[in-house]
């Protein structure tokens, strides 16, 4: 009989190389998982043993992911999903309610398309409302009762910071490609609301720089902030993984200064009276959702 023992991937080593991609390094997924860092360095080893290829590449500030661990990233993304929605069927799981979760424009519809079928396949009596807004906006209505999970940015390593960490985000200066005219000493900028993160960390650094600005465009909507960009009417701070082939990512050479990093968190209302069934589902669905690589989406939102 054919020894299928070595091909076979462990669902267990495949969660904690998603989580390791997401969040950028190993210490941070010890947190998560409650294990020593050990623990999480050697369950990466056996993974890359098993597969024969180097998935990460180690360094100081963290991991990033080879050729061969991006490719393994995107394509076994959907293989954790479909085994924890098999399971949860298998559990025969039932749980109903309302769940009033949150999200900032830009990564609802990517969250939406893998969270609404995982809700309706295996939990039909969930109901789902969603409400999108700045994040410094949805991080008040968890916090007022106005919504039980809420997905948030805010600048990596703040000591203030609450939630689960999901992913990483890098904001960066967002431009039109090409411009045939260099920027002037006041830079024209596209701005996001004011409880939006990225405002304030653009803001803050051209202030620290010394560079003048001017608001010539602000919206609420991502998508409009977008379009001001690859108009050319402004520059703006956005996802990098949100440039369209209409942008481009301006740095020093602009005279532009460089923007820290970001995590997106998943927030939640503090439990009133014992665990509500149905958040704990939906937290758990966003949580996975997160940490498998909902990035990967963001350049088709638009």
Not at 7 to 29: C, K, N, P, Q, Y
Not at 51 to 65: E, P, Y
Not at 111 to 133: Q, W
Request: aromatic letters at 4%; hydrophobic letters at 45%; a neutral charge.
């Amino acid at each position: 009989m054919l020894n299928t023992k070595h091909r076979s991937l462990d669902i267990e080593l495949l969660r904690t190389f998603h989580m390791a991609s997401a969040l950028g390094t190993l210490r941070a997924v010890a947190e998560q998982r409650h294990f020593t860092l050990g623990a999480v360095s050697q369950q990466i080893k056996r993974l890359e043993a098993q597969l024969g290829r180097q998935l990460l590449i180690r360094s100081k500030t963290g991991v990033q992911l080879t050729p061969e661990g991006a490719q393994l990233q995107a394509e076994s993304a959907a293989l954790v999903s479909a085994h924890d929605a098999l399971l949860d069927r298998l559990l025969n799981r039932s749980a109903s309610g309302l769940v009033r979760l949150g999200c900032p424009e830009e990564y609802a519809p990517a969250l939406l398309n893998r969270l609404l079928p995982a809700l309706r396949s295996s939990y039909p009596a969930i109901r789902l409302h969603v409400r999108t807004a700045t994040s410094g906006e949805l991080e008040r209505a968890v916090a007022q009762g106005a919504l039980e999970l809420a997905i948030v940015i805010g600048r990596e390593g703040d000591a203030a910071s609450t939630g689960i960490p999901l992913w990483k985000t890098r904001p960066v200066w967002a431009g039109a490609a090409p411009r045939s005219t260099p920027y002037g000493e006041t830079l024209p900028l596209a701005l996001h609301p004011e409880d939006c993160p990225y405002r304030g960390l653009g803001l803050a650094a051209l202030d620290a720089a010394g560079r003048s600005w001017e608001t010539v465009f602000a919206s609420g909507s991502v998508a409009a902030i977008e379009s001001a960009v690859a108009s050319g009417l402004a520059i703006s701070v956005l996802d990098q993984r949100r440039l369209t082939t209409g942008m481009r990512e301006l740095g020093a050479s602009e005279g532009l200064p460089t923007l820290p990093d970001c995590l997106a968190r998943l927030v939640e209302i503090p439990p009133i009276s014992g665990a509500d069934t149905a958040v704990k589902i939906v937290k758990e669905r966003v949580q996975d959702i997160g940490l498998n690589g909902i990035w990967h989406q963001i350049d088709k939102i638009a």
